[in-house]
């Protein structure tokens, strides 16, 4: 059974850091890329950032600078350390994982993150 569990949610203040864990089990083939999304209430799902396998990482613009992803192979694992948090992070943040050679993508149960002001 796969299955995604992300850790590391939580209530922080404006200005504060939170770490989001991520880790993948169940996958019988190597995991392409690996992603953080979140949704906000009334918003779209987006992609927050995102990370191959080699390392190389893509952000949306609004994280950039803030935001760091990383993750550890051969844990499969996926991180997001989140600093300089602002009340429009406040979602429910998804972890999601790749596979090319099953041609499936998984996505975890979601964390709340609330940032208050």
């Known amino acids: 059974q796969v299955q995604l569990v992300e850790s590391g949610g939580g209530l922080v203040q404006a200005g504060g850091s939170l770490r989001l864990s991520c880790v993948a089990s169940g996958i019988r083939s190597s995991i392409n890329t690996m992603g953080w999304y979140r949704q906000a209430p009334g918003k779209q799902r987006e992609l927050v950032a995102g990370?191959?396998?080699?390392?190389?990482?893509n952000y949306v613009d609004s994280v950039k600078g803030r935001f760091t992803i990383s993750r550890d192979n051969a844990k499969k694992t996926v991180y997001l350390q989140m600093n300089s948090l602002k009340p429009e992070d406040t979602a429910v943040y998804y972890c999601?994982?790749?596979?090319?050679?099953?041609?499936?993508?998984?996505w975890g149960q979601g964390t709340q993150v609330t940032v208050s002001s």
């Open positions: 999601n994982a790749v596979s090319f050679e099953l041609g499936s993508s998984y």
């Open positions: 990370i191959t396998r080699g390392g190389t990482t």
